[in-house]
């Protein structure tokens, strides 16, 4: 339902950014729908989720009937994407130092 993208930002806090097109998401209550959802999972993952900016992406609209897999969706992308660009920061730097 969702896409996210991640770049590590080399500040201690997470950014979070939501894009939701009127073609995806044609509705202005579904689109605030989606974005609260959103913001309200990021807010309960910010301190893991430090150092990283993301931006949030939906596909699809949410309803409140499957508000419960969007935020399990939500908050297992924005973890994976975290460990990703952590991990790729990591090799960057070994790569860059090789001491």
């Known amino acids: 339902m969702f896409r996210v993208y991640a770049s590590p930002n080399g500040a201690a806090g997470a950014r979070l950014g939501i894009v939701i097109s009127k073609r995806v998401i044609p509705q202005a209550v579904a689109r605030n729908y989606c974005k609260r959802l959103a ?9 893991a989720l430090a150092g990283v900016d993301l931006v949030v992406r939906p596909r699809a ?3 409140p009937a499957s508000s419960a897999a969007a935020r399990a969706e939500i908050r297992e992308l924005l973890r ?20």
């Open 39 to 47: 913001r309200e999972v990021f807010r309960a993952e910010r301190e």
């Open 61 to 63: 609209a949410v309803t």
């Open 80 to 99: 994976s994407a975290q460990r990703q660009c952590h991990s790729r920061s990591a090799a960057t730097q070994a790569r860059q130092d090789p001491t």
